[in-house]
């Protein structure tokens, strides 16, 4: 279980880094990839010993705070991307009011 958590936060340091540089299709097939580990560790049964779950706390709390990021960062891009559809859109208008006359 610690592997696949492990592997997952590495997933999410990658995705960070695909979604800083703007690579859209890396960030879904990365997404895709660690999306197949959490529905691993879904089936998976709990350890039982403190130590195994403390690391286990640990390394959740880390992949929450990642995938928090990445909300953010999508929320972001998502904000500027309608925004540039937005201001396309008048340019658009105003072309074809300016073609009309």
Not at 3 to 18: F, G, P, R
Request: no cysteine; charged share 30%; proline share 1%.
């Amino acid at each position: 279980m610690l592997a696949l958590l492990e592997e997952a936060i590495a997933l999410s340091d990658k995705i960070t880094v695909a979604i800083d540089e703007e690579r859209w299709d890396e960030v879904e097939t990365l997404q895709n990839t660690r999306e197949t580990l959490f529905q691993q560790l879904t089936v998976m049964e709990l350890p039982t010993d403190k130590d195994t779950l403390n690391k286990i706390n640990k390394l959740t709390h880390s992949l929450n705070i990642g995938l928090a990021s990445h909300i953010n960062k999508s929320k972001t891009e998502k904000s500027e991307v309608l925004e540039k559809i937005i201001k396309l859109n008048k340019s658009k208008k105003m072309l074809s009011a300016y073609s009309k006359t």
